[in-house]
């Protein structure tokens, strides 16, 4: 199956600041590589997502960059606020017809 | 607010007793994803269901068997409940048939107790 591995577990900015958080992969037949978004205790939703014929997207303050060749994929949130505050999960789609879930990386913006 | 209902909200019970698990999908969607979140084990993906039909399967226990009606609704349910099976249960709905892939919109979950 798929193995995908995201860092940092953990990211502590200061409000203003950049965030960027990787994924690697490993299936090489991946296709399509979205972000989640997870407050605490709420659903998880889909912030931003990429198909793998498009090497970058952005909207706003976010976006996604892709690598194939090297086989990860990073999330870029540009002028953090505390609402950015949650856990992220990148969660590509595989040859197995499923999306495979990071471990999630916290991130905490301070005020 | 998704559109995907789940209920119950919470649900608390024994050790040995099966509980039955219930999804709404988003009007229109014929895709239904069953994920289980645990603080050890992240979010983990159970089973699909496309139009009635098992799509793919993950790590689902044998104990664990779902189904979607002809309404699309989909049922999750969970026997011989031991401990570890405590973790919040996520339904989300696509109207992608599993091939392809899009945006999976994700329902409020439903927090099981085991004790």
């Known amino acids: 199956g798929e193995n995908v591995e995201q860092h940092p577990s953990t990211l502590s900015v200061q409000e203003g600041d950049s965030a960027v958080i990787k994924c690697t992969y490993s299936?090489?037949?991946?296709?399509?590589f979205p972000w989640y978004k997870q407050e605490l205790g709420k659903r998880p939703q889909l912030i931003i997502d990429?198909?793998?014929?498009?090497g970058e997207k952005k909207d706003q303050r976010i976006a996604v960059t892709l690598n194939k060749t090297a086989k990860h994929f990073s999330l870029h949130i540009t002028e953090t606020q505390p609402e950015d505050s949650a856990v992220y999960f990148c969660?590509?789609?595989?040859?197995?017809?499923?999306?495979?879930f990071g471990k999630g990386t916290l991130l905490t913006v301070n005020p | 607010d998704s559109g995907v209902t789940q209920t119950p909200k919470h649900l608390i019970t024994a050790t040995g007793q099966r509980v039955t698990l219930r999804c709404s999908p988003r009007?229109?969607?014929?895709?239904v994803y069953w994920y289980q979140q645990s603080l050890d084990q992240g979010l983990q993906f159970l089973i699909q269901?496309?139009?009635?039909?098992?799509?793919a399967k993950g790590n689902i226990l044998e104990r664990f068997s779902a189904q979607q009606f002809p309404d699309l609704h989909s049922e999750l349910n969970l026997s011989s409940l031991e401990l570890g099976d405590s973790a919040l249960y996520f339904c989300?709905?696509?109207?992608?048939?599993?091939?392809?892939?899009?945006?999976?919109?994700f329902g409020p979950g439903t927090r099981l107790t085991v004790l």
């Open positions: 009007s229109g969607d014929l895709s």
């Open positions: 269901y496309y139009n009635g039909e098992e799509r």
């Open positions: 969660a590509p789609f595989g040859s197995n017809y499923k999306l495979t």
């Open positions: 990429i198909r793998s014929n498009v």
């Open positions: 299936d090489s037949a991946s296709n399509y």
């Open positions: 989300a709905s696509s109207a992608y048939s599993g091939q392809g892939a899009g945006e999976q919109f």
